[in-house]
């Protein structure tokens, strides 16, 4: 049975059809990628997973549980965690504090919070960070941040949207080894991107929306041969004779 | 942290010693009523800003209508005590209870507006309450008198179970007690799960909702505890001064004070209210003796000049240079191993 999945899911905003009956299905232990074009609704497909919109139509099955339109906090505690594409680290605190917030949801105490999130920290090489302030992190450690102190919730499924954005290519490939590492230890894996050469090494299979609806899912192999994604990517020209290569 | 550590310590310790040593000692030396009175009110203010700061500082929004719980406090305790004879001391804490009801009403639809909105709104829910009580001159058994306010009836002698006094000293150790004790709670409070999260829903409602928040219920638990404690301060300015009117005890400069003192001495952090109210107490207590007449409502001119230069040079507030101020002290003295002053 798979973990999560997405039926025939719409959101409108107004006129707009931001998502447009999009339907995936994730199984236990995949990383799973979500790719398209700029404005594709990708996101708002993630904020409809996440509780933070309610899908105008559809539903969002979690582990057999009809989870569509719950809050955030409540999807959190189902055991889903999230980062977001800009992240947003409480910036004037230290990281221990950031990554503290996160492991309370196991805990009311403060003391074993902290270790718990004093452990995933030093997954994260945050270790010795754990008391500077997250204001004054360098752009690669706010991300690692943000990915760490959403694994302090301990969760069974992890919300990637763009988490190498803005990353040098060395960056990328650490980001990587993490994201396997979190799927060693046993966490799905839903993720955004938009570096291709990230995306396509480390997905098990991939879903392509546009506009709001979905083209295909596949294989990261499938999705990168395919005429429909070429054209999506690279424009109407581009896909009779295209080499099927698709790199930005 | 540096080498002589222990050292450093031992001396900030020793400071913090005699500084507590030197407050709760001022009385014994110092006789002036009226300087006595200004140190009372100078710790209120800056009990009521603390209070305010639970809301204010840590939950990230700017309320500008406390001074309704302030009056919610005074009232609920001395009308108690007028119509029914019931000790100020047990009045307090309905007057706690209603407030904290109040505010939770309060809360519940306004703490989902952000910045600004949130500010009117408090602002002007303030407001209603103050014209309400004006043209409000009995309450159903109660009489309130409207805009003319009530006087505590008064009783002779020092009256303890009346929590009335004719010396200031027992209203300087009431307040400093009560001063402590809220510093205490919201110290604890800053280190607890809520209070975590509290922070974080402040700072970054969206990631702190996505880690598990459910940022609004902990911003009306917030606004419980703050108007709560707030209210108890009013019952205290209420025995303090024996008479009281809603212009006074509802005002909006009333509320806005406590928004000034906190901003200027650090929002969100433990000792900046203390800064702040040590800093402007005086001042409008000195404008509200020579200038009354002629210029009133001047201190909340200085005020606004004053908060627009902090937030021009020290945005977070003052506490954070004379934070960094004393430890470069501190380091300085324990350094050059010389000359310990206390």
């Not at chain 1, 760490?148 to 190498?164: F, I, N």
């Not at chain 2, 006789?31 to 006595?36: A, M, N, R």
């Amino acid at each position: 049975m798979a973990l999560l999945e997405v039926r025939n899911v719409s959101k409108h905003f107004g006129g707009l059809k931001a998502v447009d009956e999009v339907t995936l299905s994730i199984e236990k232990g995949q990383i799973y990628g979500l790719i398209g074009p700029n404005g594709a609704g990708k996101s708002t497909l993630f904020n409809c997973v996440a509780g933070t919109y309610a899908p105008t139509m559809g539903a969002i099955i979690y582990d057999g549980r009809d989870v569509t339109g719950w809050k955030p906090w409540d999807i959190c505690k189902l055991r889903i965690g999230r980062t977001f594409q800009i992240v947003k680290p409480f910036q004037s605190r230290t990281v221990l504090y950031n990554a503290t917030v996160g492991a309370f949801i196991r805990t009311s105490n403060r003391s074993e919070a902290e270790d718990r999130a004093m452990e995933v920290l030093r997954k994260f090489h945050l270790g010795d960070k754990a008391g500077v302030l997250a204001k004054n992190l360098t752009i690669a450690d706010r991300k690692r941040l943000e990915m760490a102190r959403a694994m302090a919730t301990d969760p069974e499924m992890l919300l990637m949207d763009e988490c190498m954005a803005g990353l040098r290519p060395n960056e990328v490939d650490e980001t990587l080894d993490v994201l396997r590492e979190i799927r060693s230890q046993g966490v799905t894996i839903f993720m955004i991107e938009h570096i291709m050469r990230a995306i396509m090494s480390v997905s098990d299979k991939i879903t392509v929306i546009q506009f709001g609806r979905k083209i295909m899912d596949g294989t990261p192999g499938e999705v990168a041969n395919d005429e429909r994604v070429i054209k999506a990517y690279l424009g109407e020209s581009y896909g009779a004779g295209g080499d099927g290569n698709v790199t930005a | 942290m540096n080498s002589g550590s222990t050292k450093r310590k031992t001396i900030d310790t020793m400071l913090k010693l005699a500084l507590a040593v030197f407050v709760f000692t001022i009385p014994v030396w110092l006789s002036s009523p009226t300087y006595l009175q200004i140190l009372i009110m100078l710790f209120l203010f800056a009990y009521l800003t603390t209070t305010w700061n639970l809301v204010g500082g840590f939950a990230g929004v700017l309320p500008l209508g406390h001074s309704a719980y302030v009056g919610i406090g005074a009232y609920t305790s001395t009308v108690l005590f007028i119509s029914l004879g019931v000790s100020p001391w047990i009045g307090m804490w309905a007057g706690a209870l209603i407030a904290a009801v109040v505010g939770v009403f309060i809360g519940i639809p306004t703490l989902k507006l952000r910045g600004a909105y949130f500010a009117l709104s408090t602002m002007a829910f303030g407001e209603g309450i103050r014209v309400l009580v004006e043209n409000t001159m009995q309450l159903g058994p109660f009489t309130i008198n409207g805009p003319r306010g009530i006087s505590v009836p008064l009783l002779p002698g020092n009256n303890l179970l009346a929590y009335q006094f004719t010396s200031k000293v027992p209203y300087y150790y009431i307040i400093l007690l009560m001063l402590c004790v809220v510093i205490f709670i919201t110290w604890w409070f800053s280190r607890t799960r809520p209070g975590y999260y509290l922070a974080a829903g402040g700072e970054e409602p969206e990631a702190a909702q996505a880690l598990g928040v459910n940022v609004a219920r902990y911003k009306v638990l917030a606004m419980g505890i703050s108007c709560f404690l707030t209210a108890l301060g009013g019952t205290f300015l209420a025995q303090l001064t024996l008479y009281f009117y809603p212009k006074q005890i509802l005002g909006l400069d009333f509320s806005f004070e406590l928004a000034f003192i906190a901003l200027i001495g650090g929002r969100g952090t433990i000792a900046g209210p203390v800064v702040g109210a040590l800093l402007l107490r005086p001042v409008s207590e000195l404008t509200r003796i020579y200038l009354s007449s002629t210029l009133p409502g001047l201190h909340l001119v200085i005020f606004g000049l004053v908060l627009i230069l902090v937030m021009l040079f020290q945005p977070r507030g003052l506490v954070e240079p004379l934070e960094r101020a004393y430890n470069w002290f501190l380091d300085r003295i324990s350094g050059e191993r010389k000359e310990v002053k206390s």
